[in-house]
């Protein structure tokens, strides 16, 4: 064994405890400099904090709870809303060490796994963005451990049924499935994987008695717990939210008219790649594989050092995940961060082959974790990076405070009474943006026009707003106004093109309409595109 992977093995505490402290104070840093404005989902969970309620239209309540907690304590700022996210991150890795090193006794793979963790885009992201894949990636997590610990019987030595199921390990799937379900609809693909690492399990006959039961049990009370909130809401709502998701998914609406199109597994593909990073993807699929291969019995060759349980959960609660999202590409439109569940059981299988191939001294195996390293410092001094604005992903989230600031000098040099003048744009990511980002963070509206439903629809419009201005706000360069909104006012400006700056430097272009006379007139798109 090499001396690196012999040190993990031996202080594995040590180690984990200083990789998750020192990536943890990173984040912190991060934040506390503002590096990056907001993402604009960010920002309407952020706005979705001063109208709490069961559930939202297109994601579930606990986003919103989390940032309102953090958000209580450090305020209104990038930083009370991002802090979720890091707090996030530090329990998710602490959930992978004690998992693997402890209840699999992999330290050496327990403490590779947090050094890729903290290395592939996609888990650097989501420990700096508060987004709902960050605490349901943590839900996940910790319900695909339980579910683990489920499958072992009582030790032999006590006095009951040596071969009997646990209870506690379901109450704990029960609770993580709900509370995930109140994250991200997608957590409902646990219980499909559950059944599946059941049935292998049941093939190798390594089932505790009661297995099944108990399961199930599990499984329908963290969904009836989970979907309750969600439930009475969308029942109070026309099950918009329901219909949201399956507009996305492509089970209803333009995306279901057409079974198999082939302009989108490249870009999925693509995605996949950049958020997991090429070689760490290989690794994914290397240790996929070989578990699938052991698990179901087609090679004897048991090299990664798995056991069945480990081997079935690992191949399970990733290969066909992923494999999933990639067929469905061919259908409808799937975007990068969904196929994010399948990076859990990913990121665990990269760090117990790469502890392998580190032990077989691999080549260029160095070279693999210089790339890590590298990553992780590009991600946090990115703005030292010189990429051009198209290729530089977080081009898109810089110039927003800018953005919030000209438009509140607008508002005061342009119109006669500034008490008067409300902020609207046509899309919830710009209408959230510019609620986070106008000094004093009013209510900001969102026009539907030809757009999809959005939760701002089920918030009143500027019903009491009759006869006051408006400060119109678009994306990028645009020209004469929509038919629509010229209907709304009695006069309206020439548009005006704003170059917005970030730390001195070019950021993202936006188009403002300076609108005078509401006339009450709100328009509404009766086709219902959700």
Known sequence: MSSLSESFSRKPVLWAVGIIFFTTFARIWFLATGQLNLVQDEAQYWDWTRHMQLTYYSKGPLIAVIISTFTSIFGNTEFGVRFGSVVGSFITQFVLFFGMAKMWKKPAAAIWTLIIYNSMPVFLALGIMMTTDNPFILCWSCALFALYDASIPYPPGIDRDSNQSRTRPFLLISFFLALGILAKYTMLGFIGLSVMYGLLLMRREKLPKGFWFKLFAALAAGVFLGFLPTLIWNIQNGFVGYKHVLYLIGASGKEASQL???????????????????????????????????????????????????????????????????????????????????????????????????????????????????????????????????????????????????????????????????????????????????????????????????????????????????????????????????????????????????????????????????????????????
């Open 260 to 530: 198999i199109r082939f302009d989108r597994f490249l870009p999925f593909l693509g995605e996949q790649i950049g958020m997991a990073s090429p070689w760490w993807m290989v690794f994914m699929f290397i240790g996929g594989i070989t578990a699938l291969r052991f698990i179901l019995g087609s090679r004897n060759d048991n090299r990664l050092g798995l056991n069945n349980r480990q081997s079935a959960l690992l191949a399970v609660f990733f290969l066909p995940v992923w494999a999933f999202f990639f067929v469905w590409s061919f259908h409808a439109k799937v975007l990068g961060n969904w196929a994010v569940i399948s990076y859990v059981g990913g990121v665990m299988l990269a760090g117990i082959a790469f502890e392998h191939f580190w032990t077989a001294r691999g080549r260029f195996r160095s070279l693999w974790v210089f790339l890590s390293v590298l990553i992780f410092l590009i991600l946090h001094f990115q703005n030292l990076v010189p990429l051009p604005d198209n290729l530089n992903p977080t081009h898109r989230l810089k110039g927003w405070t800018d953005l919030g600031q000209q438009v509140a000098e607008l508002e005061k040099s342009q119109f006669k009474d500034p008490d008067k003048v409300f902020v609207m744009s046509e899309l919830y990511d710009m209408t959230a943006a510019l609620a986070f980002y106008v000094p004093g963070q009013p209510r900001t509206y969102c026009a539907w026009i030809d757009r999809r439903m959005n939760q701002y629809d089920l918030w009143p419009g500027p019903v009491d707003k009759t006869g006051w201005d408006c400060v119109y706000v678009l994306k990028n360069f645009k020209g004469e106004p929509d038919r629509e909104l010229v209907k709304m006012f009695k006069r309206i400006s020439p548009p005006i093109h704003i170059q917005t700056t970030f730390r001195g430097k070019p950021a993202r272009k936006f188009t403002i309409y300076l609108c005078y006379g509401y006339n009450g007139y709100w328009p509404k798109d009766h086709k219902l595109r959700f």
